[in-house]
């Protein structure tokens, strides 16, 4: 089975950097490859309805299902104000292919599994900082946008044990097959931003959990996905390759031309 992998496509961002041609060229380079399948690791777009059309349009048009986990910018109501994460979120799942639903069988051996995941600001530098400065979420006159965009009325730690201890259970239930684990935000250290550094000393406390590390190895997970960071990396732990898969914003790619970036921020996987 060969599985595509691609996070971070933000089409209207891109649209607006005069990129609007992304979707049509990720949906010839998914023909291309002959996928049997697709994962998209969050951070479609900025409107959860404009992220559910995106799915429908790739199973409609290609005629394979495309799995996917929201991405902090699925989940903001910059253009429903007022409006709770969690109700973004219950809305997001009402396409059966949101890895947020549970465990999906691909075959026989293998299955995916995966949500969002959140932060607890285990990567960020605390010789420098202390819990409240992560709590505040700003620093350097930057804000973080989750701070502005996104109310999931509880603490952030709250949030990522939630994800955690259903990561767990599902983990559990599938511990005789082949694990793909994927999340939007980060899942091992490697992926953050090297530091030091001016900002992300701060900044890394919003990627993701050294939780996920420790979770991953634990249990039989053959890939570990995500994206958030905006990075293109792969790297082998033990038995699981860890890969982040991002596309970007259009002023980080490396290629001149929307088709080169996509070929190049794809990753596609052979299922045996």
Avoid at 50 to 71: M, R, S, W
Avoid at 81 to 110: C, E, F, M
Avoid at 135 to 145: L, V
Wanted: hydrophobic share 35%; charged share 25%; proline share 2%.
């Amino acid at each position: 089975m060969k599985l595509g992998f691609i996070a971070d496509l933000h089409l209207d961002i891109n649209e607006k950097r005069k990129r609007g041609d992304v979707l049509d060229v990720f949906l010839e380079e998914i023909a291309k490859q002959q996928l049997e399948a697709i994962c998209i690791g969050g951070d479609i777009s900025n409107d959860y309805k404009e992220t559910l059309a995106t799915i429908d349009k790739i199973e409609h048009d290609l005629n394979i299902p495309c799995y996917f986990v929201a991405g902090n910018h699925d989940l903001w109501n910059i253009h429903y104000p007022g409006k709770r994460t969690w109700d973004i979120y219950n809305d997001l799942k009402a396409n059966q292919r949101n890895l947020a639903n549970g465990p999906q069988q691909l075959n026989d051996k293998w299955v995916i599994i995966g949500d969002i995941g959140w932060y607890d600001f285990s990567f960020g530098n605390y010789a420098k900082y202390q819990i409240q400065d992560f709590m505040n979420m700003k620093m350097k006159g930057s804000t973080w946008q989750d701070k502005e965009y996104t109310d999931w009325a509880t603490h952030s730690v709250d949030i990522h044990q939630f994800f955690m201890e259903r990561f767990q259970e599902q983990l559990l239930r599938c511990k005789n097959k082949n694990i793909i684990f994927c999340t939007h935000v980060v899942s091992h250290h490697l992926f953050t931003v090297p530091t030091p550094h001016r900002i992300w000393d701060y900044f890394n406390a919003f990627l993701g959990s050294k939780d996920y590390e420790q979770l991953v190895s634990n249990h039989n997970v053959r890939y570990a996905l995500c994206g958030h960071v905006h990075f293109r990396k792969k790297v082998k732990v033990k038995e699981t390759e860890y890969i982040c898969s991002s596309l970007g914003y259009a002023n980080q790619w490396r290629y001149k031309n929307t088709k080169d970036e996509i070929e190049h921020a794809l990753t596609v996987l052979h299922l045996d």
